[in-house]
């Protein structure tokens, strides 16, 4: 590209791609699109705005951010050789020069650097970010040119440190600052005037070489310092502060801007392999306790949950004994408290006393296929914004993080999780990876994201909470991604996979090595629903079959060897406690289980039938035994609301409760032979006398023993919460070509020749043309028999104005027809909305 065509501005270099490139741009950088620009120009500086420039670097890799920052303390504009210089050094390091192509069309890609190779320019807010200055430090370590150092001082001092250089004095500063630049840059002579420094000059230049750059000096320097500074080697920012050149720090690097330049990322390394089959089959048993897990939650949860704090979220008490219930760790019961809550499973039910709860939908989750459960609990994880992981940790006003409350939303764990993922599909089948390369790899892609140490960044920690919750979830096993979670992320196969889809840590050519593999994000739910489909049914044949039976034994437990019907479990689950869980499951019958049992309306018939129905084993007589001795003492005692009596026909067992002391807190008389009154409700009766060793029942006004089922507390319907979006969404192809096309008419109105108008008429730059409705009219009507095409300024029915190039056809009824040359289609606009008209220049119309 001669100097001629090459481009003035941004605008001007976007105007000349073309319709491939820009959908490049608006798909990489999705903010420019939101609002649709109304032209190129207002697209270029939409693209040049601080926001959006500190967006695209923040998702820039290490190296082509490492070519921004070369770029930016280069020259503006800079050379393609110069900046190459700057990334590969003077030996023009192999591996920089084969990927210095990439990143640089990267940049352009992403519209941060414009212009042909003989003329690259950074954006100017991105130089102003990336440029180094004493309040913001280039990462290159690199201070400011000889000229910018020199700004301040005076003609006669700068004629001085030339002269002490050994170069001719000059007649003016300016050119006195470029022969001294001249000298730093020229290798031969810069290394000559080195080799005459003392030794001790060249120690305090090897000290700053890599910054950072500024020094401090006393007002009477020592005399190897003097020697650096009589010769502008170091130069005076401020009284007592000097600074390394830019050029000469470039010379002592060999020309290198970055200490070490990073073409390739970091391989994800392999730390141990297994089986695929084992991988599965681990991952299929987390799976399972994942449902389990969940379904326990909510089970503990029945009858309604804890309360919900004013601020929102589960208190700390809460959240302990939920812990406990689950026999697991705070922060692992946070993680299944929130994914039960992402996949809309539990909700507040918005009461008064607002409590949490399970939702309707729940019930529906219940009765799915297994495999189906766990792929809408693995989906929802992966979409999910909300991260467990942050629970207990403070916010920006040092509050505390509680589960389920607010705050935990973090827009970066979808695109964390998916790209962790991934790097996990990118290895041999089985191979799980070591942590710390999956965290190196990830800083290399993002190297921005994380202002605080690689250690303790929160793009870290995601990465770390998602190795952990995925092995938790069953998406992983042993640390290997399994086939159900590669079918998940939507990825083939392993052992179907395409070598030329190699992902990333594969041993690829270096100029594809550094071209990562994105993460598969679902374009739509239909896909991601095809996606969990596969999942499931990949996971189906390794899940346990439910079992009909149990294996009861003499010791008034019974074992489940696997997970059991959910009729069976629902019973055994009120007619005996859970005493441990693993592989197998063991249930414990106590008085107290049994008699939960007869509250619930069973018979001693009917759990003695039950029991010898699903026991693969004979009923023990110690079972029978107990739950024959509790039948027969269950419902000796009645108790009713008086406000609370005590019935039974046996007056002697009344006077036993009487005369046992722990019966004071009832505060029970005698009303008749057979009846107790007592100052207590009927709940808190119905306790102490048990807590006696009594067996009561309630019973209604009628005298009815009353049955007591749990009931089953539901909130509302619900909708799971929608994920928190990182910025605005990658626009699908429609809507990219239909922005394009607007861009594009905007761009073609705002910049077609007109003629010259008198300058009272003349609209300003990117204003509508103005003209009265008179001379609207008369001029659409000319245009009509002459053919031509006008400029017109336009309002829609919102309040946008527009500017379109029409060729008027038809003006009648106050409307005019004519087809629109923005648009490329007949359109009608009524003539009242038309701000002005303008006709075009002669070689344009």
Partial sequence: MSTETAPRSLAEALRARDDASLSALLRSRPDLITPVPTDLTQLATRAGTRASVVRALEHLDRFALQTAEALAVASDPATYDELLGLMAGDDR????????????????????????????????????????????????????????????????????????????????????????????TDRERMS????????????????????????????DPARHLRWLIDRGLLLPTAPGTVVLPREVALHLRAGRAHRAAEPVPPAVEPAATHRPQVVDAAAAGQAYTAL????????????????VLRAGGLSVRDLKRTAVALDVAEPVAAFWVELAYAAGLLASDAEADERYA????????????????????ASAWLAATRTAGLVGGRDAKDRT???????????????????????????????????????ARLHWERPLRGPKAATDDLRTRLARWTLSEAEMLGITGRGALSAQGRALLGFPPASTQDPGSAGPGDKLPVHRRHHPLPAVTHSSPAERAAAATRAARLLAP????????????????????????????????????????????VYRFTPGSVRRALDAGRSASDLHAFLAAHSRTPVPQPLAYLIDDVARRHGHL?????????????????????????????????????????????????????????????????????ITRAHAHRTPPRTAPEPVPDGPPVPDATLL????????????????????VPDADRPGNGELPRTSSAETLATMQAAVLTGEALWIGYVNAEGAASQRVIAPIRVEGGFVTAYDHTAEEVRTYPLHRVTGVAELAEDQA
């Fill in 542 to 585: 390794l899940l346990p079959e439910p079992l009909d039976h149990v294996l009861l034994q003499a010791d008034l437990t019974a074992v489940a060897p696997g997970p059991l019907e959910r009729p069976l479990a629902d019973t055994l689950g009120v007619l005996a406690d859970v005493e441990s869980k693993g592989g197998a499951t």
């Fill in 638 to 706: 009645r108790i009713g609301a008086a406000s609370a009596y005590v019935r039974c026909d046996d007056d002697a067992m009344l006077s036993e409760i009487l005369a046992d002391k722990r019966s004071q807190g009832l505060r029970l008389r005698r009303l008749a032979p057979t009846v107790l009154a007592a100052q207590a409700d009927p709940a808190a009766l119905l306790d102490g006398l048990r807590s006696m060793g009594f067996a009561p029942a309630a019973e209604s006004a009628e005298g009815d023993v009353l």
């Fill in 192 to 219: 000559a005037l080195l080799d005459a420094a003392p030794a001790e000059s060249v120690e305090v230049l090897s000290r700053l070489v890599w910054g950072p750059p500024y020094g401090q000096v006393t007002a």
């Fill in 292 to 307: 389990a897990t969940i379904e326990e939650l909510l089970k503990d949860w029945h009858e309604g949950g804890p309360a």
């Fill in 358 to 377: 399970a939702t309707p939908a729940y019930d529906e989750w219940l009765e799915l296929p297994s495999a189906e459960r766990w792929a809408r609990l």
């Fill in 737 to 756: 070509g239909a922005a394009i096309r607007a861009i594009r008419a905007g761009d073609l109105a705002s910049t077609t020749p007109r003629k010259p």
């Fill in 93 to 184: 390091a192999p591996a920089v020069t084969a990927a210095f192509p990439r990143a640089l069309e990267t940049l352009r890609e992403q519209a941060l650097v414009w212009g042909p190779d003989d003329r690259l320019r950074l954006v100017r807010t991105a130089r102003e970010l990336l440029a180094p200055s004493p309040q913001h430090p280039s990462p290159t370590g690199l201070g400011p040119t000889v000229a910018e150092a020199t700004a301040g001082m005076s003609p006669g001092r700068i004629q001085e440190i030339v002269a002490a250089a050994g170069l001719p004095t000059t007649h003016d500063s300016v050119s006195a600052v470029a022969s001294l630049a001249g000298l730093f």
């Fill in 401 to 439: 993080l509680s589960a389920l409350g607010p705050g935990l939303d973090r827009s970066a764990s979808p695109e964390v999780r998916h790209r962790v993922l991934t790097l996990l599909a990118a290895l041999p089948e089985g191979a799980s990876p070591t942590a710390d390369s999956v965290l």
